[in-house]
């Protein structure tokens, strides 16, 4: 190579080496795509779709892109800051060992990881049966008939028994009971939620609760300073006043002591986190909600149920959905959409590799060693509460002193006040433990096999578990490390997840989850960090958390964020309640109605109504776009009470609306805030900020824009960015004064997930940011364009193009030939892929998104895989196929259908199953043919199925 020709070393660094991994088309590929749209370069293109008044004139205020080997460097460096003690604080968060095969082939596999939320049930039997699994477990553990999967955290799955309780109970006051006993975050939570809904929470000791005339209670069992009491006489005087009584309680506890539903709750809520998942700083867990099977129907949540498919054969799927934000909107239950999926499985994995007796001997030994500190520390004069399984609320000492002392051994014990603290012991806690933790109080265990005989346990006698519990098969074979491995890998084998197949989900974003960005989540430095640990111990976290706030303010435009809401849902919580606090600090009280756009995602009007907000629906024109005169018209209606518009940018037809500063200076001008669903930021970074074209707030999704896998339906991470005046109303941390309180139990909600977020900026820098908005837009115009003489695009923008989706219309294919979007949706999974969002925005319609990460190849198999089936319907429509036995309506074909001795149907096997010639190499045989929605509804069964369902079916 000649002098002249040869590469300099800065051109060989390749800094742009992961930007090219995370964007799908290359370089070559783009100015195809760019041809085949009709446009010169990505800049034009970006010219030609979003609206002059709303872009940004400065790039991002970022650093350079990173290298993986670089920006991994960095993290780990920021890891580096944070120290890790043992943790004995407690207060709802236990140490815990993952067990390894959990760890490297459930939370680091991305078969599990980047699989979406299970709507598609025939593509997600696998991990629906990982959570039924967990619904089993979480029913059978507190005697309840039905549990769901699952809730955000446990101070929220209070909040939601709290307002399950005020729908199903009969009393008529407005009073929730809430013991002095329920952790301190659980309180908070439940402050917040109640004040804007007009709940009153009147605070106290149990023994007052049977007096007060309230529509619920709430009890902690065993209490947050470990007492466990009998609450038998209290529940029978609630209920006899008509109240309900909900009981935030301990999984591992509850193995060894009396379920709540055997001395009268109604509604048991917790956290999962101790079967196996990390503390990561507070989050993410999954908590749970077990009821009555009488409140089944206004339960939040997901509930996985069973139902049978169109073989007969017994098959899972998301059950009672008429309960969910998505249709009743702001008659919904509950906003709660993504919720921890990734987390229920891992808990549930636990429970099936440990089963009954694992758990009971896991939890046997957490207790013993904490009768036996207790033993210990009692011997030495130190006085320590009676009636216990894992805490022990000491008394009587000079807290400070001691808590310097454990300091210095790097241990951390609860903080309760000078004269007492907490020690919470879980299985993660050795013999030597037992002796530093002694040692601190001056005590000395001395031979501890010894001390263990001499010791009886502290469990109140009446109070112990005597019933059976996880007696299904699947929690009593897999036991061994090569029997869990593979029920994991069949499990995940039954689903489409994106290490298989893209999953053009429009409003999800299913992009790219690098492993680069995955790889910190679940180092020690990150994960094994209790919620309470003290400041000294978490500067890499702090460190994290500002640089990413700081990111996220950069590319929103807005001048601060909190990190804390879990979920989207979660942030347009925290969003509405800033909006409804500086209403309130202004002496504007009485603003109490938000304008939402008929197209709105359900958890809009959901979270506007959990605010005490009065939504009132706004009209969309035959384009698409939201109807500004219309919205003209409810703000000059409303004038006096207006306090928000919630609207989605670009809309959730995927299109870049022209009016939206005009939209903002409307609902400006008569004293609301603008509120902007920020679910398509991925229409936006580095193009255009919503809080510099008048918005107020916006939350975002990181399990969308910013590149958190979804899990399969959580987790997530939803931060609230607001403009200066609402910064103070942010959501508040624990202790903290503040006038809005918080809305996750955890003061950084799920935090450790940050890192992945914080990888993902750090790699792109503002250039790489910048080109993955344009190469979004430009792969959803190009699957728009090619498939245009197939199928119709619903709603297009400026110059005819759509923004970063389009939505497809089955519509008047339906008319013509009777197949329906769904039947599309179905048939796609023949083809090896996941449906695009069904019926979201408009009914009768796909919504893709391919995302900036999906390759032209990808996109084309995908394009091939739909003009192929529009073939098949075109041949319905020439009478060539039958319009009822035809592929797409008996899709999808199973294996079992295709290879029965018998085939009945007036199309060939070979078109069934193998429509493409391609997927003769490769393809995906979905587990269970098209599975039954009404009766499942109709015949509820939401635990583990038994195993002779499928003998049944075998026989037959
Ligand atoms: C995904 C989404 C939400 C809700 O986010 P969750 O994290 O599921 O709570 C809200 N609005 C829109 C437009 C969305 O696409």
């Known amino acids: 190579m000649s002098q002249n020709t040869r590469p300099s070393l800065r051109q060989l660094e390749h800094h742009d080496a992961f930007i090219e991994r995370h964007i799908g088309p290359n370089d070559a590929e783009i100015a195809h795509m760019l041809g085949v749209v009709g446009q010169p370069s990505l800049e034009a293109l970006t010219d030609a779709i979003v609206p002059a008044s709303i872009k940004s004139a400065a790039p991002l205020a970022l650093p350079s892109p990173l290298t993986e080997v670089e920006a991994l460097a960095k993290i780990r460096a920021i890891a580096g800051r944070n120290q890790v003690f043992r943790s004995f604080i407690g207060q709802g968060y236990y140490g815990t060992h993952t067990p390894n095969v959990i760890l490297r082939n459930i939370l680091e596999n991305p078969a599990w990881y980047t699989a979406y939320t299970p709507y598609q049930a025939e593509i997600s039997q696998g991990r629906m049966e990982a959570l039924i699994n967990f619904q089993t477990l979480c029913a059978d553990l507190t005697g309840m008939e039905i549990a769901n999967a699952s809730l955000l955290d446990e101070g929220t799955a209070a909040a939601e028994a709290m307002t399950l309780a005020k729908r199903s109970s009969k009393s008529k006051s407005d009073i929730f009971f809430v013991s002095r006993g329920v952790h301190p975050q659980t309180l908070e939570l439940l402050k917040t939620r109640a004040e804007p809904l007009g709940i009153v929470l009147q605070i106290g000791d149990d023994s007052e609760a049977a007096g007060v005339d309230a529509f619920g209670v709430l009890l902690q069992y065993p209490n947050t300073y470990g007492q466990i009491s009998d609450y038998a006489a209290l529940a029978d005087a609630v209920h006899a006043r008509g109240g309900l009584v909900a009981v935030a309680s301990d999984l591992l506890a509850l193995t060894l002591i009396a379920a709540p539903g055997e001395w009268g709750a109604d509604i048991v809520v917790g956290n999962s986190q101790r079967f196996g998942v990390p503390f990561g700083f507070g989050g993410p867990h999954a908590a749970f909600m077990a009821c009555r099977d009488a409140y089944k129907r206004s339960m939040p949540g997901r509930l996985i149920g069973v139902s049978v498919d169109a073989e007969g054969k017994p098959a899972y799927r998301l059950t009672l959905q008429t309960r969910e934000q998505h249709i009743r909107r702001e008659k919904a239950t509950s906003n709660i959409c993504t919720a921890q999926v990734l987390l229920a499985v891992m808990a549930s994995m636990y429970a099936v590799y440990h089963g009954p007796d694992g758990l009971r001997r896991i939890a046997a030994r957490v207790h013993r060693c904490s009768a036996m500190l207790a033993a210990a520390l009692r011997k030495a004069g130190i006085t320590v509460g009676p009636d216990f399984f894992d805490t022990l609320h000491v008394v009587g000492v000079d807290a400070e002193a001691i808590h310097a002392k454990a300091e210095a051994a790097r241990i951390n014990l609860r903080r309760i006040d000078a004269g007492s603290l907490g020690i919470s012991l879980d299985e993660t806690v050795t013999r030597e433990d037992l002796v530093a933790l002694a040692a601190l109080f001056g005590a ?230 603008v509120y902007t669903d920020g679910a398509n930021m991925n229409a936006l970074v580095g193009v255009a900020k919503p809080g510099k074209w008048g918005s107020d707030v916006s939350h975002l999704n990181l399990h969308k824009t910013f590149c958190i896998p979804h899990g399969g339906g959580g987790p997530g991470v939803g931060p609230c960015a607001v403009k200066a005046h609402l910064a103070p109303f942010l959501p508040g941390t624990l202790g903290g004064e503040n006038p809005v309180g918080m809305v996750s139990a955890a003061n950084f909600g799920s935090a450790s997930i940050l890192p992945i977020s914080w990888m993902y900026v750090t790699l792109m820098g503002a250039s790489g940011l910048r080109k993955a908005t344009q190469v979004a837009l430009l792969n959803a115009n190009y699957i728009a364009k090619r498939l245009a003489p197939h199928y119709e695009t619903l709603y297009t923008g400026r110059n005819g193009l759509v923004a970063h989706e389009c939505i497809l219309d089955l519509r008047p294919l339906k008319d013509a030939t009777g197949v329906s979007a769904e039947d599309v949706a179905k048939r796609l999974i023949d083809f090896g892929f996941h449906a695009p969002t069904l019926s979201f925005p408009v009914a009768g319609t796909l919504m893709v998104e391919p995302t900036e990460s999906e390759s032209q190849h990808e996109l084309d198999r995908f394009i091939d895989a739909m003009i192929e089936i529009r073939e098949e319907i075109r041949a319905i429509a020439d009478g060539k196929l039958d319009r009822e036995d035809n592929p797409l309506k008996h899709a999808p074909h199973t294996a079992t259908m295709v290879c029965g001795s018998e085939w009945r149907h007036a199309y060939p096997r070979e078109l069934a199953a193998f429509p493409l010639a391609t997927l003769r190499q490769q393809k995906y045989w979905p587990p269970v043919a098209r599975v039954d929605n009404v009766y499942g509804d109709k015949n509820i069964m939401c635990a583990c199925i038994p195993v002779d369902a499928y003998k049944e079916t075998a026989d037959a």
Request: with cysteine; glycine share 6%; charged share 20%.
């Open 444 to 673: 000395d265990p001395g031979d501890l096999d010894a001390l263990d005989a001499a010791t009886p346990d502290a469990l109140p006698a009446g109070l112990r578990r005597t019933t059976p519990f996880l007696q299904h098969p699947v929690f009593n074979t897999h036991h061994s490390e090569h029997e869990l491995l593979r029920y994991m890998r069949a499990l995940a084998d039954k689903d489409l997840a994106m290490d298989r197949t893209m999953i053009p989900l429009g409003s999800c974003t299913m992009k790219l989850n690098a492993t680069a960005e995955m790889i910190p989540v679940t180092w020690p430095e990150f994960a094994n960090i209790h919620p309470l640990a003290p400041a000294a111990q978490i500067r890499g976290y702090k460190e994290l958390i500002d640089g990413l706030e700081q990111m996220l303010v950069e590319c929103t435009g807005y001048d601060a964020v909190s990190l804390q809401p879990n979920s989207g849902a979660q942030g347009e919580y925290a969003g509405l309640l800033a909006i409804r606090a500086y209403h309130r600090s202004r002496g504007d009280a009485h603003r109490d109605v938000c304008l939402i756009p008929e197209s709105a995602h359900g958890t809009n009007p959901a979270s506007a109504q959990m605010c005490g907000m009065q939504v009132v629906v706004t009209k969309c024109d035959a384009n698409g776009n939201v109807d500004v005169e219309d919205i003209r018209r409810a703000a000059e209606k409303y004038s006096e009470r207006l306090a928000a518009i919630m609207i989605t940018y670009p809309s959730t037809h995927g299109v870049f609306e022209e009016d939206v500063v005009r939209i903002c200076e409307i609902v400006h001008a008569h004293g609301g805030q």
